[in-house]
């Protein structure tokens, strides 16, 4: 994909963006392949006036951006153009501009696909039904047994469940209390909940053994080793933590992005100078 010269500027767009680290992981790479781009984190609450974010997209000066909670189910909606697993998921946290339209991608589901989608998994347990979830199930069509959706939020719970079943995939939506329950019979947990950021959050589904031979995937990445990844590693689980879902996901933009293949390497190097300093 080519961008026109005027076209310099990412942006990552959520009601936290200046919270996450991806400004300190892009902005390197992009120095290291000299191409002048930058990426400038936008702090956009929910209920914002999208509009106008939409609008401010198009400029010429814009390549595109990433998106997060809790605009992910936003920006898939608004796109001009859309794969088909992106329509399915109903998410997406890449929009990239070409001329007058946007185009939505996610790569959130392009990682969970490269770490997950190898193999069957029995038993499925989400924990959150936000976009991340939404992602993480469609990436995994045709690997999935049942699933089991817990969330504090019973209408999310169920229309992710809604989304099961259109899929083929049986399963149920438990209250939130009951997702410790559900995870004693995990063969594959998703941590999808923000439940970890915190230095004092114990494991996502609570203080349950877990089956041997559990598989534990977690979307949190921070400073410290998350209370989940933690009890997986108690436990003797195999896991992926949230910092190799940030360089999944972030390798996956590469080629969307139209950026030599050696910009996953400067990523890799990037994510390990951040790592280090944290």
């Not at 936003?74 to 109903?90: F, H, K, N, T």
Request: proline share 4%; no cysteine; aromatic share 6%.
């Amino acid at each position: 994909m080519s961008h026109s010269i005027n076209a310099t500027q990412l942006f990552i767009i959520g009601s936290h963006a200046s919270q996450t680290m991806s400004p300190d992981l892009w902005n390197p790479v992009f120095e290291a392949l000299g191409n002048h781009w930058s990426y400038e984190p936008r702090d956009v609450p929910a209920h914002s006036r999208m509009q106008e974010i939409r609008n401010s997209l198009l400029s010429t000066e814009v390549i595109g951006a990433n998106v997060t909670m809790p605009h992910k189910q936003w920006a898939a909606g608004i796109a001009d153009e859309r794969s088909e697993q992106v329509s399915l998921s109903g998410a997406a946290n890449l929009l990239i501009r070409q001329g007058g339209k946007l185009h939505a991608y996610n790569t959130d589901l392009i990682a969970v696909a490269t770490k997950l989608a190898t193999r069957m998994h029995d038993h499925v347990v989400f924990l959150g039904a936000g976009g991340a979830a939404r992602a993480a199930l469609v990436a995994l069509q045709g690997h999935i047994g049942t699933v089991t959706i817990a969330d504090r939020d019973q209408e999310a719970a169920n229309q992710l469940l809604s989304l099961a079943t259109h899929m083929g995939v049986p399963g149920k939506s438990v209250d939130w209390p009951r997702a410790s329950q559900a995870a004693a019979q995990a063969s594959l947990i998703i941590n999808a909940t923000p439940i970890g950021k915190h230095a004092e959050d114990g494991a996502a589904w609570g203080t349950t053994q877990l089956l041997p031979g559990t598989y534990v995937y977690d979307f949190v990445y921070s400073a410290h080793t998350t209370g989940t990844i933690k009890a997986a590693i108690e436990q003797g689980l195999e896991y992926s933590d949230g910092w190799e879902h940030l360089l999944l996901q972030a390798e996956a933009m590469v080629p969307l992005l139209g950026l030599p293949e050696q910009g996953k390497t400067q990523l890799q190097h990037s994510l390990q100078r951040i790592r280090d300093n944290n």
